[in-house]
C-alpha cells in the first residue's frame, strides 16, 4: 500500500540553525512529491513540489528539498531557520493518475531563541 | 490573493445531526477536495469532485456523506446522522485543472460530535 512516513514527531532548533526534517515514501513508480505547512489555524500551505528533472527544489520561505529516488526520500530543508517558520511540515505524495494526496504524519517544529 | 474559505470554523453538534459544511473555492477553479484530519492523526483524503461528480472517493466516504456544488460558488460536505469518530478538522481544497498537480487549501472546520 502507499504511505509516506515522517519519522520525527517533533523537532526544537535554535533561531539561525539548519533544518532538515525528512520524508520517505512507499509507492510502485515515483510520485509526485510535495511538502505542505500549516501554521496555528490556518489551512495547508505548499511550500514546494517535486515532479521530474532537477532533485533538488527550491520553494518558498527559503526551503528547498532533495529528491533521493535511491533511498524513496524527500527530504525538507532550510539552512537558517526563523522563529516564524514554527509550525507543523507535511510530506505528501499523489501518483499521476488518481486526485487524492496521501499524507504523513506531520512533523512539528517549535523554533527557540 | 485569491483563497479558500470555509465556513463554519467551529461547529458543534450533537450524535446523530446531519451537518453541512461549506466551502468556496478559488474561482475558476474546476477540481474540489475534502480531506479530514482526526486529532493527532494524518490528513486522510476523503473525497475529489470534478464536472458536478465524484471523481474519486476513499473508502471513508461512504453512505453517510455526500457532496455538492450547488450555485456554483459553494462546495459543500454534508454528513448525514453524525457519529462520535467524525469528530476532526475537516478541510477543503481546490485546484486550477488537470496537471496543474497544486490543491489549495482552506483554513478547515473544526467539527466536534458530542
Known amino acids: 500500500a502507499q504511505s509516506v512516513t515522517q519519522p520525527d514527531i517533533h523537532i526544537t532548533v535554535s533561531e539561525g540553525a539548519s533544518l532538515e526534517l525528512r520524508c520517505n515514501y512507499s509507492y510502485g513508480a515515483t510520485p509526485y512529491l510535495f511538502w505542505y505547512v500549516q501554521s496555528p489555524g490556518q489551512g495547508l500551505q505548499l511550500l514546494l513540489k517535486?515532479?521530474?528533472?532537477?532533485?533538488l527544489v527550491q520553494g518558498i520561505k527559503g526551503f528547498e528539498a532533495e529528491f533521493k529516488r535511491s533511498q524513496s526520500s524527500f527530504n525538507l530543508r532550510k539552512p537558517s531557520v526563523h522563529w516564524s517558520d514554527a509550525a507543523e511540515y507535511f510530506c505528501a505524495v499523489r501518483h499521476y493518475n488518481t486526485d487524492k494526496l496521501i499524507f504523513g504524519t506531520g512533523t512539528r517544529l517549535q523554533v527557540f531563541p | 490573493e485569491p483563497e479558500v474559505t470555509q465556513t463554519p470554523s467551529h461547529q458543534v453538534t450533537q450524535m446523530g445531526q446531519e451537518v453541512i459544511l461549506r466551502c468556496v473555492p478559488i474561482?475558476?477553479?474546476?477540481?474540489f477536495y475534502w480531506y479530514r484530519q482526526i486529532l493527532g492523526q494524518k490528513v486522510e483524503f476523503l473525497v475529489s469532485f470534478y464536472n458536478n461528480e465524484i471523481s474519486e472517493k476513499s473508502e471513508i466516504f461512504d453512505d453517510q456523506f455526500s457532496v455538492e456544488r450547488p450555485d456554483g460558488s459553494n462546495f459543500t460536505l454534508k454528513i448525514r446522522s453524525t457519529k462520535l469518530e467524525d469528530s476532526a478538522m475537516y478541510f477543503c481544497?481546490?485546484?486550477?485543472?488537470?496537471?496543474?498537480?497544486?490543491?489549495?487549501f482552506g483554513p478547515g472546520t473544526r467539527l466536534t460530535v458530542l
Open positions: 481544497a481546490s485546484e486550477p485543472g488537470q496537471g496543474y498537480n497544486e490543491q489549495f
Open positions: 474561482s475558476n477553479h474546476l477540481y
Open positions: 517535486y515532479f521530474s528533472g532537477d532533485t
